[in-house]
């Protein structure tokens, strides 16, 4: 019989690309119990019929998480503040994972994460404290929840992930159209280089983390598929849409500036890649990304199967 590996968020943008890797994996080293609260949506079903076994479990539900961690060799731990933008949800939510996995005698756990910024920036001096003890909300609450995993005493891997090229298409960071008819990006990062991935192979590259046995246990990992600067950015996008793309170099204050939630977090979140450059991209080696991720995809090769997908303003018709 295969090793189960558990995936949290299995109908998602990370879980579900591990579920598929996993799936298409010719030797079949692992059996897929794919973990989502709807598991009766279309995503859940295409796992199903594909091989995985789906379970239904909330991350809140902390006996329907034992449950899904019950007899798994391996498990894939992942949280998503974008749907309450609560740290304190995601902390509680690791923690549940974690004491799970523990109990649960998982022999090798993949924790989704990043950095909690304020160990590089002090918190209140660089850019506004949110949620009063935050630099970057998203960011520093999984960071903290790492103690959860490293204290549990299952062997852990911390994954830090890039930035989806897929934000292009769903997250509103594609190219807008200026009132002189010019397609524009924008973002806080000066001229700095940008560690981006698919998000595909997010998951392929966990995959390439099991796959190695428990060896990678007990270590940090960054992925990215290239880095960039705004400006190559454009240029590529702008081969692929063939329609010429400028890239405008923004403040953090501007980008905050219409006050909504989420920008003034995002604002944080660039000025941070911004101002830490040189470390955020040698933490996310392309190279050696590609050694567990061998099909890892740059972003011209990533443009060429999803550029159709990204919006693009149409001209204004004349009067």
Not at 183 to 193: H, S, Y
Request: charged share 20%; net charge neutral.
């Amino acid at each position: 019989m295969s090793r189960i590996i558990t995936v949290f968020g299995a109908t998602g943008a990370q879980g579900g690309g591990l579920a598929r890797a996993i799936l298409a994996d010719p030797a079949r080293r692992f059996a897929v119990r794919a973990v989502t609260r709807r598991p009766d949506s279309v995503a859940a079903r295409a796992l199903a019929r594909a091989g995985a076994t789906v379970v239904e479990a909330d991350w809140d539900d902390a006996p329907a998480v034992q449950r899904a961690l019950d007899g798994a060799y391996g498990a894939y731990c992942v949280t998503s503040f974008w749907e309450h933008y609560s740290p304190e949800v995601e902390q509680a939510q690791a923690r549940i994972m974690a004491e799970a996995a523990a109990r649960a005698g998982v022999a090798h756990v993949i924790w989704s994460t990043l950095e909690d910024t304020r160990r590089l920036i002090p918190l209140g001096t660089r850019m506004p404290v949110l949620k009063g003890r935050y630099n970057v909300p998203h960011y520093d609450g999984k960071g903290e929840a790492d103690r959860f995993f490293l204290e549990s005493g299952v062997p852990a891997t911390l994954l830090y992930t890039s930035a989806y090229w897929e934000n292009l298409v769903v997250f509103g960071m594609g190219p807008q159209r200026r009132a002189d008819g010019t397609l524009v990006i924008g973002f806080p990062t000066a001229d700095k280089r940008i560690p981006w991935i698919g998000a595909e192979d997010i998951g392929r590259s966990a995959f390439g983390i099991f796959a190695r046995g428990t060896s990678l246990a007990g270590m940090t990992i960054g992925i990215a598929g290239e880095h960039l600067t705004g400006a190559e950015l454009a240029h590529q996008l702008a081969a692929a849409l063939d329609e010429p793309v400028r890239y405008e170099a923004m403040t953090p204050e501007a980008y905050r500036a219409p006050g909504h939630e989420a920008l003034v977090e995002l604002a944080n979140m660039w000025q941070f890649k911004r101002d830490c450059e040189t470390l955020y991209c040698a933490t996310r080696s392309v190279a050696a990304t590609r050694q567990l991720n061998p099909a890892l995809q740059d972003f011209r090769a990533w443009l060429a199967t999803h550029a159709r997908r990204i919006p693009v303003p149409p001209l204004a018709s004349a009067a």
